[in-house]
C-alpha cells in the first residue's frame, strides 16, 4: 500500500475498526505507530484492506483522541487504567505514558506535589498550565523569559528548571496552592521533605 501523503487510514484494532489520517497516527514519529506508518515497520492488513494493530480494540479509542488531541480524555469514572498504561507503552508514546501514569498517582485527582531533591525544592503535578494559575511561579517564569533583573528590584523567589519548578522557599507556594482548592494529603521530613496537595478533577 502506499505509504506517502496525508490519506485516511483504516485500521483494524483487536477487531475495533477505526478510520484517522497518517498526519495523526504519526504525530510521535518515534512511538512504533510513527514507524509503522511511515514504512520503517512492516505492516499488515485485513481482507479488507484495512492496516491490522494487534493492540486492544476498545482501549485505542483513548490512544487515539490523545494522538487528535494531544491530551488524555477520558469518560467519567474511568477505571481500566492498568490496560491503557499498558498500551501506551506498547504503542512506546512516551508523552501518553507519563500523562497515564500521573493520573494512576491522582487516582482521578488533581495533584501537586513538592519535594526536595539535591538541595532544591521541585514541583510535579498534573494541573495543567500551572505557570497561570500560580502567580508567584509566572512571575518567575516571566522573569526567567525576560532573562533581565533590570525588570525587577529583586530576583523572583521561584527559579524555573526544564520539567520541573526548582524553589528557594516552598513557603508562599503552600499558600497559592490551598486557594486553589487543594487539601493536603501527605507531609514528609527528612531526606524526603515535602507535600503532597489533590482535589477532585
Known sequence: MDLQGDDVLELNVGGCFYTTSRSTITRYPDSM?????????????????????????????????FLRRSKLILPEGFKEWDILSAEADFYQLEDLIKLVENKKKGKGLDFIQIHKFERQWHIVTSLEN???????????YNYLKLGSEEEYEEPPEFEVDIGAC??????????????????????????????TFTRDC
Not at 510513527?34 to 493492540?55: E, T
Open 166 to 195: 526548582a524553589l528557594r522557599n516552598p513557603m508562599p507556594m503552600l499558600k497559592e496552592i490551598t486557594q486553589l482548592g487543594f487539601t493536603l494529603e501527605t507531609t514528609c521530613f527528612g531526606s524526603n521533605e515535602g507535600w
Open 33 to 65: 505507530l510513527g514507524a509503522m506508518f511511515s514504512g520503517r515497520l512492516p505492516s499488515k492488513v485485513d481482507q479488507c484492506n484495512r492496516y491490522i494493530i494487534d493492540g486492544d480494540g476498545p482501549t485505542f479509542r483513548h490512544v487515539l483522541n
Open 130 to 140: 500551572i505557570f497561570c494559575k500560580l502567580p508567584s511561579l509566572k512571575r518567575a
